[in-house]
């Protein structure tokens, strides 16, 4: 049952322009939602949130927007950069029951940024 | 300020035994949790410790067992290895038990051949 879906494998992009990923989720009690970025050989590392109350969150060239209806965030890469290039991961954390104090983590989405 | 760091970064174990893997945690956090990476998948959350008490637990058999420390330092143990035990696992950090905004290390990569 893979409650948080990113659809797309992978993702090619030119250097400068927009970088979308796309991640769905299915849990009615997610609440909190993540955006992680992995290099080979390291651990995630965290790059935007966003909670459920808003649905936009913006940070530099990263802005994840939220559409609580459709149970869907985007991440939106402006300019996008080589050095974007990575494993992109969607994560979702629900309050209470057995989601408290959990993230929950789509199969990820790689995303190539060509000079 | 030190980030999370674990231990060891790879390892190789025959199938049936048993391993503990380690995780330091960032300074300040008081909550640890452990996460599973098979190869091609996202981390899948194991279990969480909140000042040295089980908060949570994923959908992993008894054989995954955890400790955290007075320091918040934590150790996953894995007891009969199995081959689909072979995956990267990876520790968080956060302060406080919601995990908003958890800190990962780099992973440590087991092997069970």
């Known amino acids: 049952d893979q409650q948080v879906k990113q659809n797309s494998p992978s993702l090619s992009v030119q250097e400068g322009r927009i970088s979308i990923l796309n991640c769905d989720y299915t849990n009615s009690m997610f609440d909190y939602f993540l955006w992680y970025k992995k290099y080979p050989a390291e651990g995630p590392t965290f790059l935007i949130s966003?909670?459920?109350?808003?649905d936009k969150n913006e940070d530099g060239r990263f802005t994840v927007f939220l559409n609580k209806s459709a149970k869907h965030l985007s991440l939106h890469i402006v300019p996008s950069q080589p050095g974007d290039s990575a494993v992109y991961f969607c994560a979702a954390s629900g309050r209470g029951g057995t989601s408290y104090g959990k993230l929950t983590f789509g199969q990820g989405t790689i995303l190539t940024v060509h000079p | 300020e030190t980030g999370v760091t674990q231990s060891p970064t790879h390892l190789i174990k025959t199938r049936g035994q048993q391993v503990t893997l380690r995780c330091s945690s960032q300074s300040g956090h008081n909550t640890v949790s452990w996460y599973q990476q098979a190869l091609g998948q996202g981390p899948q959350f194991i279990f969480q410790y909140y000042r040295e008490e089980e908060n949570g637990r994923g959908n992993f058999p008894p054989r995954f067992s955890g400790l955290q420390f007075p320091n918040y330092s934590s150790e996953l143990n894995v007891n009969a290895l199995e081959l689909d035990d072979s995956a990267l696992y990876l520790c968080?950090?956060?302060?406080?038990?919601?995990?908003?905004?958890?800190?990962f290390g780099q992973g440590t990569r087991l092997t069970v051949v």
């Open positions: 966003i909670s459920s109350i808003k």
């Open positions: 968080a950090s956060s302060l406080g038990s919601q995990n908003t905004e958890a800190f």
